[in-house]
């Protein structure tokens, strides 16, 4: 079922993945998010929100400066870091007591996040937009996610054979850098440059995406489940739950969501579902 694995933080500390979910939440300190947009850039609510999803659960809080939504423009790096840097900083003198991810593909704001507290980077080009990543999560003893996000991807290829390719190039980037492939975590990149069907299908087919790594998953309010269901947004957490839990069925270790406690508490029924109760297995 599910594979046991562990990742070395810069404070030499481990991250360990397996049978137990890890819920990552999201802090977007954007002004255009498509959720939340707005609502955490300043530092004080950023910390209020962190504490907030910490004390519902969450294992990893994910710090995001800048909306990859469809149609959102990309911003430079002085913005990004004006966004993300304060924020990171008021974490760190917080001690909030969990691990502090940044999703950033800009190897300059990956350096400087590293530097003001975060442990994860969090590339939702995987490696692949700037591959200088590799090279600062190496120098930083960081494990990094790598999302599977190909514009230049062929519709006419399977999905599952064109993501293997591209994971290879992540690999090897990796590799080149001195990044040891125990530090990776793969993203299929639900919603990112696919269909609705080829959404589900990768759902469905979760173990193929990149056997032998660790898998993150990151469906929460996305357009699949409102293409699915004919609702907004803010109506998602039904459908969120549901990939949630279809996707630790099929191995899935970590999950990248809004709603911190919902998703937890779904996911601690599914895992004693496959499990057992705690109490069960001590």
């Not at 200088?132 to 999302?147: F, I, K, N």
Request: charged share 25%; glycine share 8%.
């Amino acid at each position: 079922m599910h594979a046991s694995y562990s990742l070395t933080l810069p404070d030499k500390s481990t991250l360990t993945l397996g049978p137990t979910a890890l819920v990552m939440g999201i802090l977007n300190v954007t002004p255009d998010s498509f959720s939340d947009g707005g609502r955490f850039n300043r530092a004080d609510a950023a910390l209020a929100h962190a504490r907030e999803m910490v004390a519902e659960g969450a294992a990893i809080v994910d710090v995001g400066g800048e909306s990859t939504r469809p149609g959102s423009e990309e911003i430079g790096v002085q913005e990004e870091l004006d966004r993300v840097i304060p924020v990171l900083e008021a974490l760190a003198a917080a001690n909030i007591g969990r691990p502090v991810s940044v999703d950033t593909y800009k190897a300059l704001v990956a350096d400087q996040a590293l530097q003001s507290g975060s442990a994860i980077l969090n590339d939702v080009y995987g490696l692949q937009r700037e591959p200088e990543m590799a090279d600062v999560a190496a120098l930083h003893g960081a494990p990094v996610v790598a999302m599977h996000w190909d514009k230049a991807r062929d519709p006419q290829k399977p999905l599952l054979d064109e993501m293997r390719r591209w994971f290879d190039r992540t690999v090897e980037i990796a590799e080149r850098a001195g990044l040891p492939k125990a530090q990776l975590v793969i993203d299929p990149g639900f919603g990112f440059g696919k269909t609705l069907i080829e959404n589900y299908l990768l759902l469905r087919e979760l173990p193929r995406a990149y056997p032998g790594y660790p898998l993150l998953v990151g469906t929460s309010r996305k357009s699949m489940i409102g293409k699915l269901l004919g609702n907004e947004p803010a109506e998602r957490l039904p459908g969120t739950i549901a990939t949630n839990v279809v996707a630790y069925t099929q191995g899935a270790h970590i999950f990248r969501v809004h709603d911190v406690r919902a998703n937890k508490d779904a996911l601690r029924v599914a895992e004693a579902t496959l499990y057992g109760p705690p109490a069960e297995r001590s």
